[in-house]
């Protein structure tokens, strides 16, 4: 099962890898501010989870640069289920003037994404 589970992963990077969607161009001051913006987020994610690519791609789309944390490591895995709530990818943590959220579900992140800078 793990070999099968790795051999879909490398399937849906590489496919990923070819068929990488257009980053999204701005100009450079409206894209430093919206860098500012998502330096308050960050993905935890497993590099091949289907879920954790197609944001991925979303925020390859947007040109969004939110920092990656990688879900496997078990410092991170523990933060994860700590704090979020569950183990669980993708999961977009958000920091909000001291108060953080942690958003699980790839439809409810990419709607996020989409609400706060897919007009921006
Ligand atoms: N409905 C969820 C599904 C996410 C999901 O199934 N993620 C898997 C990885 S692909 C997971 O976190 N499994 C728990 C684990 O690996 O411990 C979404 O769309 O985000």
């Known amino acids: 099962m793990f070999v099968v589970r790795w051999i879909l992963g490398r399937i849906i990077l590489l496919l990923n890898f070819i068929f990488s969607p257009k980053k999204r161009q701005r100009p450079e ?3 430093a501010k919206i860098d500012m913006q998502t330096q308050n987020l960050s993905l935890y994610q ?3 989870c289907p879920f954790c690519v197609k944001v991925r791609r979303e925020m390859r789309r947007q040109n969004l640069n939110i920092a990656l944390v990688d879900a496997k490591q078990d410092n991170n895995k523990q933060v994860l289920s700590i704090q979020g709530g569950k183990l669980q990818v993708p999961c977009l943590k958000i ?3 001291g108060k953080t959220e942690w958003l699980y ?3 409810a992140i990419m709607n996020y ?3 706060n ?3 921006t």
């Open 29 to 31: 001051s409206e894209q």
């Open 46 to 48: 497993y590099n091949a």
């Open 95 to 97: 920091n909000n003037d």
């Open 105 to 107: 579900e790839s439809k």
């Open 113 to 115: 994404l989409n609400d």
């Open 117 to 119: 800078y897919a007009k």
